[in-house]
């Protein structure tokens, strides 16, 4: 606007510097997968997600904030600290240890056991004085600061209330993953009803989509159905389905989990296993893989031949989940 002698004034926004402004923004890049429902695919997609996009120039952290472990111990193969780190942040506000690169680029903050005791630790938070999202946003936000991560992608589990609550009072965006049966989808209501009282007492959290998950891609009438269902469940929200949905691969769900591996590893795994069969079949059982079983070595035995087709569909989700943080960022600056 001019100013009454004709010059242009030039208004400069001083920038946040309160701890709170701080910290904001160094969790600015963090998405919380969530669903109160068990099952519905919240480790198997922050994994995936995770392992697409990080790279040594692009680096990832996941917080694995489940009891269970999954993502530590399954599906990433590591031993971690059994939660103790992650523990001690919601506790003292203490950074947690920080498992690095335990994929090209990947970052992890081990989940475990230990976590159960959060419960426990709400339960008598009046009397203590413990603040556990002050606790877990500045000790988030120092490992944030620490490794400049372009995503980071927390687990969570299912139930487990008090955390979930805490989550989403540190967390910048949301993701829901869910199934198609009425259970999962009542699993996404209440997740909904959680997200707006967090957003009514001033958490910053933005639902940036639900992700139908466990799909069959050839039901596109039902699938439809659904993802119409869930926009109806999300109106008001400001968010709207993922388009991409994630298939159902049983042999593949397998394989990732009991091998550790990433989709895109098991895609190069699978290719690997499948020109030793064909090389084994041509020199009639004289294959490094017979010598190998012949000296006792088990060679990893994976039940899935081509799963490329899923890991496309974890690649497409990477892709809108990268452009809607990217929209949802260039919304905030207009
Ligand atoms: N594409 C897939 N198709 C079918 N099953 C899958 C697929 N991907 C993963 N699974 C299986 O579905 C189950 C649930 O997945 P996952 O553990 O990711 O869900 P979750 O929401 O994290 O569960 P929890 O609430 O117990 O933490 C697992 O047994 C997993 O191996
Ligand atoms: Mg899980």
Redesign the pocket.
């Known amino acids: 606007m001019a100013s009454p002698t004709g010059t242009q004034k030039v208004v400069v926004m001083d920038p946040d510097t309160s701890t709170q402004g701080v910290e904001s923004a160094a969790l600015a890049r963090v998405v919380l997968v969530a669903?109160q429902?068990?099952?519905?695919?919240?480790?198997?997609?922050v994994t995936a997600l995770a392992g697409l996009i990080a790279r040594p120039d692009r680096r990832v952290l996941v917080v694995d904030a489940?009891p269970?472990g999954?993502a530590t111990s399954s599906d990433l193969g590591v031993d971690g600290d059994r939660g103790r780190g992650l523990m001690m942040a919601l506790q003292y506000g203490e950074p947690p240890k920080v498992e690095r690169d335990v994929r090209p680029g990947l970052d992890l903050v081990a989940g475990g056991p230990l976590l159960a005791q959060v419960g426990a630790l709400t339960a008598t938070a009046t009397q203590t004085g413990l603040d556990l999202v002050a606790n877990l946003r500045a000790a988030l936000a120092q490992v944030c600061v620490a490794g400049g991560y372009s995503v980071v992608l927390i687990?969570s589990?299912?139930g487990d209330a008090p955390l979930l609550d805490a989550l989403l009072r540190v967390t910048r965006y949301l993701v829901v993953?869910t199934k198609d049966d009425d259970a999962s989808l009542s699993g996404v209501e209440l997740l909904a009803l959680r997200y707006l009282k967090a957003r009514q007492e001033g958490a910053l959290v933005q639902l940036l989509g639900v992700v139908l998950?466990?799909a069959n891609p050839r039901a596109t009438a039902r699938n439809g159905q659904v993802l119409t269902d869930l926009d109806g469940l999300l109106d008001g929200s400001g968010s709207s389905s993922f388009q991409t949905i994630?298939?159902?691969?049983?042999a593949?769900?397998?394989d990732?989990?009991s091998a550790h591996l990433t989709p895109a590893e098991l895609v190069a795994a699978t290719a690997e296993q499948n020109k030793s069969r064909l090389a084994r079949l041509r020199s009639g059982g004289k294959h490094r893989a017979d010598r190998a079983a012949a000296d006792g070595a088990e060679p990893v035995r994976l039940w899935s031949r081509d799963p490329s087709a899923?890991a496309s569909d974890y690649q497409a989700l990477a892709r809108e989940l990268l452009t809607r943080i990217a929209g949802a960022e260039s919304g905030a600056r207009a």
Do not use: W
């Not at 429902?37 to 997609?45: A, E, M, Y």
């Not at 994630?246 to 049983?250: A, E, G, M, Q, T």
């Open positions: 669903n429902k068990g099952g519905v695919g919240k480790t198997s997609i489940d269970q999954n687990d589990g299912p993953p998950f466990d994630i298939r159902s691969d049983r593949a769900a397998l990732l989990r899923l």
